[in-house]
C-alpha cells in the first residue's frame, strides 16, 4: 500500500462523517488498526490492516488491505490504482 492509499481512506471516511479516534498498534496478526466513530451515539468500530510476511507483520503503510472487525464481510484489498476511493465511498458501516 501507499501512503496515499491511507489518506484517501482517511478523507473518504471523513466525508461520510466518520472520524479517526485512534491508531492502534499492531500484533502478530494484524499491521495496526483505526479506532473509527460516525457518531457519538453510535458504538466505535475497529479496522484492521492486514500485512503479513513470511516471517513478520509489516507496518500500516505497507500493509496490502483492511477489514472491519466487528463485520468481516467488509473488508477492501488496495491497488495500484486509486479506485480504492471510490469503492470505499459505497461502503456504510453500522446500522443505520
Not at 17 to 42: C, P, Y
Not at 50 to 59: H, S, Y
Request: with cysteine; proline share 4%.
Amino acid at each position: 500500500m501507499a501512503q496515499w492509499h491511507l489518506d484517501d481512506l482517511r478523507n473518504t471516511l471523513s466525508q461520510k462523517g466518520w472520524r479517526v479516534l485512534a491508531e492502534l498498534d499492531g500484533n502478530l496478526r494484524i499491521s495496526g488498526s483505526w479506532e473509527i466513530q460516525q457518531s457519538t451515539k453510535r458504538p466505535t468500530l475497529h479496522m484492521d490492516f492486514g500485512g503479513l510476511d513470511d516471517l513478520k507483520t509489516l507496518p500500516v503503510p505497507r500493509a496490502y488491505g483492511c477489514r472491519l472487525r466487528e463485520n468481516r464481510k467488509l473488508q477492501l484489498y488496495f491497488s495500484k490504482q486509486k479506485i480504492v476511493a471510490e469503492t470505499f465511498r459505497r461502503l456504510h458501516f453500522g446500522p443505520r
